[in-house]
């Protein structure tokens, strides 16, 4: 039923569209993962992930996808029954809490409305209340991928400070990493969870859980039950550059590509060249008259926009036409947004010309299903892009 | 100094996008050409790459690029100080002329104007005047890649045939052929030429003769050298899907699935996909208030639309600011036409979205280049391409 | 140092030598996994798998490697302080104990010589003894990767059935998966762990959980937490090919082209295959004069042939003159058989030459490091091959 | 009915096993052959490819297989009528002789018995005789692929120049061109004709003439017709690194990552592991007992080795057995060698277990098939690898 001519748009928020050279190298041989050859690319990529995370620390690197490495951050941390303070800004942070409680923490939810990121005054005054410092972990999602809202993390670091608060800071950054500007030392985060489909444009499969030395050291008393998530073991092989058990060797050949390019772009120019997609979208998608998922301007996301439909139109039906006359995909709405909100991922390696396209695709669709809007949007797009020069068009080679 | 990241828009009118399932089987392990494995695949692409010529004949395939086939034709079916009528649809039509007149060919040249396809009426005027048939053969060129012009050549067939003259229809289709029809057997074309690095969706590398009889017993006669390009060992030993040297393996692998892409689509539907994509590419250029190459709305090629500049800007920079900017190539102006005409391929693996993302590359580079253009282009083609269901929209899976 | 030329044999038990056809399936643009092509996927693998466990019932498929399904196996069917029995067959047995332990399980281990697989008459003797049924689980391996012996699983269920104790039955699968024959359903088990880069031929990096009504029953009533690896979420979503979580996109559809291979060869033609790899390489082993570490004949793997050396030898610097001189990685000894043992893998897409291929690479080893063994071995696994014809070679295509 | 589990051992003398980066490279998409991208892939390797044919002048690449290669040599330097000697060295010479008949121009060839090189002594006796000079060109094949005899060509040089004779030398050097030591200019060759799909280890596609200042002056004055193989056209473009026509992009891709891959072994590392792997494999024949085709062992070919059978016992049907039993292909034997004689090709991307491989496949085809020979051949192969360090071990990385 799908038009399979051409090449295929995929505009979801990740996983994202897998640059050539990162698929031919998950396409090389498999090697013995406890040979020479592996030691230097384990070493090579568990060096080189530490500068997409910013941090000097270690970085684990998890054969799973990135779910499992939100259950990492939790089960090496934490014990049974401790208490962990979230925010909710969305679908993501709505799962992860329903993961902290069935691991068996108390995890408290402060309320949110899916329009915003983090309420970093929230956090500051329940920590301020708990004097008994009962919570043990402030977790919250960098970059909420329902709704496309990104949050202020060195606000909420700021937060856990001002309340005199010793609880960690866990971090979601899986729609983030590599796409907006993250900087997990500067911002004292202490587990930092990553994931390879996003930013990092690999296909899903690793996953990563960036840690401080607080972190460390709590995971030293943390009880609950473990193994396959377990810090100590990685880290002590990890030095050697191998894995206590098999690692997922093919997409590592993939990561090291992946790092590799990012740092050819230049990691400021990457998240230039995300936000520049990201406010053409935004533009155009204002100009059709539709409304934007986020409310805040400040916390627009630099990786997707979720755009609302008016009532009565179907997200879901829309993303179906368009799929079929444009072999584009685009995001569904999660939880309660289903079906009344799209989202375009404009993330990963993803250009100009790319930017229109999608755009374009998304104006064909709304105009074939009769949703009302401005027509027009694709052009105020091309005036923004044409008149902005690339940040790294100045780059000479 | 290009910007590289996200997928490169090579929107030259060939070589074209080539899909990955082709370039996947091109990637596969060479074969012993003189094995049972070939054999099978060798007469499943000499047997499939009939129906794309739309033949009952043999089609030669050889392991070379495009201009060898038309070197093929000629040496096959002429002799030294024959004589060969042309005609000027630009600078492919020129070369094919100079080539025969470098072989030792007496090539007539009917002048042509650049912006237009073949004149059948020419054709059959020069032809009467050729009493004693002294003329062997009539070459052109089916889609004329410089200009945009599609000849009718079932019309050249009729002035052939109304002047009651015996000579040879030599046809070159190397950017129609897989994008607009064409019929060698029906329109009783003696020789066609065909390339795979179009229409077929391959690389470069591989070339055609679709051969009628009169042509296979024209070349019994004919006394040109030949040795490579020499039909008859070619005809002996496809019989049992060999070669009579070593064939170029890999791109027949991906010819194989490119075949079988072209049928599942089907070729009805592949025409209009084509015809499409460039109606709304047209529609977008009258808009901007540029001129299109080819004058004649009935001769305007599905396969690429040419675009004149207004006097004193050159295309050239045009076409660099695009690649640069944009990640996209499009096609340069030849000869006469250099820097003053580029050209948008949209032909192969090419979908709407392509389409509008390519136009939007087009009326971006106009803006930032500073070329005098109606802005707006874009949303005409999407007003086209969403008020048009695409004819293969209605084939469910 | 390593000599790079030419094909790498990779001749580690697992991960083995990936055919080209998988490699390119995983190399093709990741999917969206919530669109509808990736629930025809979704739907196909996790159909398909089944067969390949011998089970009409649930297949789990995670993504993450082996080990993980180690956990997930535990964690869905036991609760704390939960007894099991386990058997020491060799270093993944001794693992899946430790893990056991690390995540709050009672884990007994009946001692074992690592030459050897299971003994069910101990397994059958100790749950006789536990009148009160505290045993909830026996967990053993059918393919002991670091020692090359086969367990009976069927006499394991039969000891179970015997001492009329309702213990669930836990094996694993990860290196006799798809080289060995295999029945989940027929020989009652309960949860089969299996992984993808043995048998299989995938890279590492999924992993699987069959699991029997029993088991399903048991994950209600399980109180170890867990979320990233439940069931409960998968079985549900999986229904219709979807997954809970992103799931590793790439790596399932290079899986659906490895369930497709196994089909087309048929498995009991896999199996054969693997037989007389085993065979060949045996009796070239002793020839050499070399030890089998298994030393069972009954229980001799299909998969793999862990080879000791003579006292005073180290076969680590054996392996490292094999992978310098012939680009061909061998297994290492693990845990106490360190140095001691290297392990030749026979497993996956292997043919005759290739076994011959690696026994002359071995035995050039052995020549070159001055290891006494009688040459001739290869001669010998020559003569088995050629006396015996392929099982596959009656299957005309 | 060919059993296709694990690798194919493609072991005719060329195409050769095409190294997995090199195919990974020709599968990246195709760029415009005009643009600034292919302007430096193109002077790489006009540049690198000088340094395989060891000349400092120009080196035509041709998006042609090398029979094309062939027909170019000739028709660039040679008039209508000119007279041509050549040398019987069995079945490519032939084929070569054969096209110059039919290119028009008097080919003279010197009887040779298909078992040894060129004799230079009848060369220089017959250029003696020539005192008109109406010899206008002498053209050997260096590695007679059908043969496995390689000739001197530095001693056909001197017969040449002993006889104080102006003609033109053009050599063949298809089957031993990067595999075998080759010197175009040290050996006063004027072109030399080489091909992609042997020791340069690519599909087939590419051909090339390097060819001297003698040459280039030759072609000014000859007169055969030419177009898609003439030389200047090429060389004037070639400068800035374009065609003149649409090249083979991909497989140009290809060779840039071939002669990067030769380089870094090094020439003479290459050639020795070529000899290295052609005298393992008479060792064994000779064990075997059966008679290889080539009879001067200062002749003896390092990139294949033509082996005959007894009489009364059908080569043919030996490779068909080994092809189906061991998914192995071998050369057949060409013209009135049919039949007779199998060919192993021991050349391209090759290593001491890929050499042993292969042996093992023939001797268990041989036994199999009921071939009279010595078994142990095997053995005798690798003691002579196993007592002979690798010239490239020594090459720390």
Redesign the interface.
Known sequence: ???R??????Q?PG????P?PI??A????????????FAKLGLEVLTGIRTIFKTSGPVII???????A??AALVNTLS?GDRVLMFETGWFATLWN??AK???IEAEFIKGDWRSGVNADAIEARLAEDKAHTIKAVAVVHNETSTGATSNIAAVRRAIDNAGHPALLLVDTISSLGSIDYRHEEWGVDVTVG?S?KGLML???LSFNAISDKAVAAAKKAK?????W?WEDMLAINEKGFFP???????LQGLSVAIQMLHE?GLDNVFA?HDRAAEATRRCVHHWGLEIQCQNPQEYSSSLTAVRLPEGYSADGLRAEI???????LG?GLGPLADRVFRIGHLG??????V???L??V???L??CGIPHQ??G??VA??Y???NA?A??QA??
């Not at 001519?5 to 995929?10: D, Q, Y």
């Not at 998950?26 to 050859?37: N, Y």
């Not at 998890?62 to 499992?68: D, E, H, Q, V």
């Not at 799929?323 to 995909?329: A, E, I, K, P, V």
């Open positions: 039923m799908t038009n001519t051409g090449r295929h748009f995929l979801i996983p994202t569209n897998t050539l698929l031919a998950i396409a090389k041989p498999t090697i013995d993962h406890r040979g020479p050859e998890y054969p799973a996808s990135g779910t499992g939100w259950e049974p329903k993961m069935r691991l068996g994931g489909q296909p899903p499969g609950l039950p473990r193994s396959f377990d058990y098999t690692p997922s060797t093919n997409l772009e060249r799929l079929t006359r444009c072999n584009m995909s569904n390696d993803f250009h100009d010309l790319m229109t396209g999608v374009s695709g104006e064909m669709g105009r074939v027509s027009g694709v052009e091309m005036n892009l044409s008149g690339r790294t068009a000479a080679e």
